[in-house]
T-cell receptor
Framework: GEDVEQSLFLSVREGDSSVINCTYT??????LYWYKQEPGAGLQLLTY?????DMKQDQRLTVLLNKKDKHLSLRIADTQTGDSAIYFC????????????FGQGTELSVKP | SQTIHQWPATLVQPVGSPLSLECTVE??????LYWYRQAAGRGLQLLFY??????ISSEVPQNLSASRPQDRQFILSSKKLLLSDSGFYLC???????????FGPGTRLTVL
């Protein structure tokens, strides 16, 4: 079945850029998401990209998709302490009710 | 845009007791609805999804069941809780014809 992989931890200094990476196995994935989870809270949708796109930029967030390598990344520019959270990559398709397969999440720690 | 409500926010139940978690959606009609569990680790496991009233698809065999008695209501149940049912339960919804899946605030279940 579909598998989504992320590294578990990332630590950066405040003001630096953060890059969170994700790889997936199912080439038929139609849309790819990034969610943010703060402690004890639900998941907040940050951004998403369609499989026919290479890049999407939304303020401090840049999503890059390399469909050939099945690699997705999220870049956060000028990372702030408030960005500390767990970031989940998720992939899905229009089939099977639009269900998503999630990675394990990357815990981003931003040090002042 | 749609809003997902879940209650209760936290729940402590003894082993062997029944369970009923409720999820309701506002701001949309005929959504696809999903129940996920996030265990002590990070990953989100899809438990059930529903594309309409009375239509439930189960992703993993387990001690839980789901029902959708109304268009915007999704219920997660168990007749007898196990210790392994402890976790953070998240409901999500996706409006038909759109690409984004939104999450509720979650219910933290502890089975003792």
């Amino acid at each position: 079945g579909e598998d989504v992989e992320q590294s578990l931890f990332l630590s950066v200094r405040e003001g630096d850029s953060s890059v969170i990476n994700c790889t997936y196995t199912d080439s038929s994935s139609t849309y790819l998401y990034w969610y943010k989870q703060e402690p004890g809270a639900g998941l907040q949708l940050l951004t998403y990209i369609f499989s026919n796109m290479d890049m999407k930029q939304d303020q401090r967030l840049t999503v890059l998709l390399n469909k050939k390598d099945k690699h997705l990344s999220l870049r956060i520019a000028d990372t702030q302490t408030g960005d500390s959270a767990i970031y989940f990559c998720a992939v899905g398709s229009y089939n099977q009710g639009g269900k998503l397969i999630f990675g394990q999440g990357t815990e981003l720690s931003v040090k002042p | 845009s749609q809003t997902i409500h879940q209650w209760p926010a936290t729940l402590v139940q003894p082993v062997g007791s029944p369970l009923s978690l409720e999820c309701t959606v506002e701001g949309t009609s005929n959504p696809n609805l999903y129940w996920y569990r996030q265990a002590a680790g990070r990953g989100l496991q899809l438990l059930f999804y529903s594309v309409g009233i009375g239509q439930i698809s189960s992703e993993v065999p387990q001690n839980l069941s789901a029902s959708r008695p109304q268009d915007r209501q999704f219920i997660l149940s168990s007749k007898k809780l196990l210790l392994s049912d402890s976790g953070f339960y998240l409901c999500a919804g996706r409006t038909s014809g759109t690409d984004t899946q939104y999450f509720g605030p979650g219910t933290r279940l502890t089975v003792l």
